[in-house]
């Protein structure tokens, strides 16, 4: 093999091992769509999407918890937000109805980027309020990345208040 396609060979070998290795955070079992029986994200299984429920859509309650602010290009959920989740766990284990979680970001990077890092975002206030109690079954998480943003201005404070995860109750 002559010298020159080594290397290439082998940075095509590593990036590939890193593409896969990535994947193994959201790995899916059973059906096609996030949400099918038997789908998981970081170990914990994400319930049945509700049929008809749509965070913005009338079945969907938006206002009755207080969002959950995140750091320039971070997912995870600070000490001081996280006292935010107390009212919703304590919510979740006296009613019926399940949550939806939705992670939005500002509009600095990629509309790609972004997506994905608004989920991050969803995924995160999901694992803590599992690990306060709430059933996984009953949390689902979707995100919005830099669409809809809270605020327009192109401010670091404006900026502040798009990076959130917001909470939507589906009526019953």
Do not use: H, W
């Not at 669409?147 to 109750?169: C, H, I, Q, W």
């Amino acid at each position: 093999m002559p010298a020159m396609k080594q290397p290439f060979l082998l940075a095509l070998t590593i990036c590939t091992a890193l593409s896969l290795s990535s994947c193994a955070l959201f790995k899916k079992k059973g059906g096609d769509t996030a949400g099918a029986d038997g789908d998981y994200v970081t170990g914990t299984p994400l319930p049945d999407r509700v049929e008809g429920a749509n965070f913005f859509g009338g079945t969907v309650d938006r206002k009755q918890f207080q969002p959950v602010y995140f750091s320039y290009d971070s997912f995870t959920v600070s000490d001081s937000e996280l006292a935010k989740l107390d009212p919703v766990a304590g919510a979740m284990k006296g009613m019926p109805n399940d949550i939806i979680i939705a992670g939005f970001t500002d509009d600095r990077g990629t509309e790609e980027y972004n997506r994905g890092l608004g989920e991050r975002r969803a995924q995160a206030v999901r694992e803590a309020l599992i690990g306060m109690g709430v059933a996984a079954s009953r949390i689902q998480t979707v995100s919005f990345g830099e669409e809809m943003p809270a605020d327009t201005g192109s401010s670091e404070e404006s900026y502040a208040k798009n990076r959130r995860a917001e909470f939507g109750v589906v009526k019953k």
